[in-house]
């Protein structure tokens, strides 16, 4: 299957904007995946859009794993329990949402979208243990921690075909007690588990368009190490540009309740 040109150039440039935006203001850009590839590419089926983004969210991720853990901010252990058991409920999350109407998922996506967009006003502070680690001993109080907060926020992964990058990093924080800098190199793990676990279960329903992934997938890695050099040259405004694009996501959020709302009620 081909496709039209007018669907490959929307596929590019959304594919490339949210990489972009990944780039320069970092988790919680790939939640634009799915309203981009909705009404600006015009994929028909927000089911299919949320599987599409599923699987670019999760090559995403791994293709910034590796910088990461050449740099020493990963803590596999805490990351491998999260993530384990956060695919069990990304798993349950993404099986419940293709039973759910697609204009009603649309409508709950975007009240998600606008929660989350509050919720970037208030970035967690950097200070934490940087020396934590899951052995033996630590074992009985950060592995309840680990699976319950893991679990939960792999549902709303698999539901909503999102990485969940901004849900995972504070919820690593509030497990194990790590620094920002190690959950956000830490949730990579865990939303390249989410992510892979959650276009799998569609793609058994086929409801990926794999023409269309992949194009969405080569732009967003383009746009993603563009905007990771232009976030280095931006670095003193980051705050202000992480504000700005909470605005968007708010904006956007609102918009798609709106008119997820609209057409149901048709």
Known sequence: MFLDPVTLMLGIM?????????????????????P??????????PHIAIGTSAL????SALTNLASK????LIKWRCGAVFALSGMIGAFG??????????????????ILM????????????????????????SARRLVPLLVGIGFTVGILSGFFGI??????VPGLMLATGMPITFAIGTSLVAVSAFGATTSITYALSGLIDWPLTLIFIISA?????????????????????GRVFAGIVIVVGVFVTTKAALIFLA
């Open 14 to 34: 959304s594919g490339a904007l949210t990489g972009l935006i990944l780039g320069v203001v970092g988790g919680g850009g790939s939640i634009l995946a799915v």
């Open 36 to 45: 981009l590839l909705v009404y600006v590419v015009g994929v028909s089926s």
């Open 56 to 59: 670019a969210v999760a090559v």
């Open 69 to 72: 853990a050449k740099s020493g």
């Open 93 to 110: 999350g993404a099986n419940l949402a293709k039973l759910v109407d697609g204009q009603k998922l649309l409508g709950l996506f975007g």
């Open 114 to 137: 606008i929660i989350i967009g509050i919720a970037m006003f208030r970035r967690p502070e950097t200070e934490g243990v940087p020396d934590v680690k899951l052995t033996r001993a």
């Open 163 to 168: 990485g969940g990058g901004f849900l995972i």
């Open 221 to 241: 890695v383009i746009g993603g190490l563009l905007g990771t050099r232009l976030g280095t040259v931006l670095a003193a405004r980051k705050a202000l540009l």
